[in-house]
C-alpha cells in the first residue's frame, strides 16, 4: 500500500505464516526489552537492535560506527544497521511459537469471532485454545471401524488372560492344599486329629478358591467396562467435538487413537 492517497475499500485478513518471515527482520528469541545496567535493548529481546534498528541515529550498538559516512554499513561486531533510529517503527520481528496460540481479541468478548467462524461454543474454545481439550478436525471413518475390531480383540484377549491367571492360581492353590495334607497324614497318626486337621485344611482351601473366583468375576466385569466405555468413546467422537486430555490419553495407551 505504497502512497495510495485514494481508495474505495480495504480488505484486511491474517498474513500467513510464511508473509510474516518474509516481512520480519529477526527472530526475537528473549522476553527482555532493556538491559538494566545499560540501559540499551536487549541483544535478541523485544527492542533488538540488530532486528528493528538503531536507537540512536546513524549509530550501531556497539558504537564501532558513528555518524552519517557510514550509512547502510551493517556493523560486522554487533550485527546492527547504521541508519535513522525512526526505521524502528517501520520494521518488524517474529517470534517461532513452540505451540499455537490465539489472540483475546479473536476468541474472548460477545459475540467470539472464533466462535462463530468455527461453529463452536466460546466455552468448548476456551477449552481447547488453553491446552484442556483436544479439537476433534477430522475423522478417518475406516479407521473408526477399524479402532472398534481392535477393542473387540483386545477385550477377548484380556478376557482370557485375565480367567487363565486366575484358573492358574486356583490350580496352585488345590496342588498346594493336596501337598500339605499328604504332609499332614505323615506328620499325625491319631485317625480323630488327623481327620479333624484335613477337614480344616479343606475348608480354608476352599474358602481361598471362593475368594479367588469373586476377584476373578470382579476383575472381569471391570475389563468389560473398560473395553465398553472404549467403545463408547469411539462411537460418540465426532468433527468439531472435544476429547478430555485423559480420553485422548486412553485411546493412545490402547493404541486406537490414529484415526482421529
Request: charged share 35%.
Amino acid at each position: 500500500m505504497n502512497n495510495i492517497v485514494d481508495f474505495t475499500g480495504l480488505q484486511i485478513r491474517l498474513a500467513s505464516p510464511d508473509e510474516i518471515k518474509k516481512w520480519s527482520h529477526g527472530q526475537i528469541t528473549k522476553p527482555e526489552t532493556i538491559n538494566y545496567r545499560t540501559q540499551k535493548p536487549e541483544k535478541d529481546g523485544l527492542f533488538c537492535e540488530r532486528i528493528f534498528g538503531p536507537t540512536k541515529d546513524w549509530e550501531c550498538y556497539c558504537g564501532k560506527y558513528k555518524r552519517v559516512r557510514f550509512k547502510g554499513i551493517v556493523c560486522d561486531k554487533c550485527g546492527v544497521e547504521v541508519t535513522l533510529s525512526r526505521v524502528r517503527r517501520e520494521r518488524m520481528g517474529h517470534i517461532d511459537l513452540a505451540a499455537p496460540v490465539s489472540h483475546v481479541w479473536f476468541f474472548k468478548g460477545a459475540p467470539s469471532k472464533l466462535s462463530l467462524l468455527l461453529d463452536i461454543s466460546p466455552k468448548a474454545l476456551t477449552s481447547v485454545i488453553y491446552f484442556s481439550k483436544y479439537l476433534v478436525m477430522r475423522i478417518n471413518e475406516e479407521g473408526r471401524e477399524a479402532a472398534k475390531q481392535n477393542i473387540l480383540e483386545q477385550r477377548e484377549a484380556k478376557l482370557v488372560e485375565v480367567r487363565a491367571s486366575f484358573d492358574k492360581q486356583i490350580e496352585e492353590l488345590k496342588d498346594k492344599g493336596l501337598v500339605e495334607l499328604k504332609d499332614l497324614k505323615k506328620k499325625i497318626k491319631v485317625k480323630d486329629e488327623f481327620e479333624m486337621k484335613a477337614e480344616n485344611l479343606k475348608v480354608d482351601t476352599k474358602q481361598k478358591i471362593a475368594q479367588l473366583r469373586e476377584q476373578m468375576v470382579l476383575e472381569l466385569a471391570v475389563t468389560e467396562e473398560i473395553y465398553n466405555k472404549l467403545e463408547s468413546l469411539v462411537d460418540r467422537v465426532r468433527v468439531n467435538s472435544l476429547l478430555a486430555d485423559a480420553e485422548y490419553g486412553k485411546l493412545q495407551e490402547y493404541n486406537i487413537a490414529d484415526w482421529v
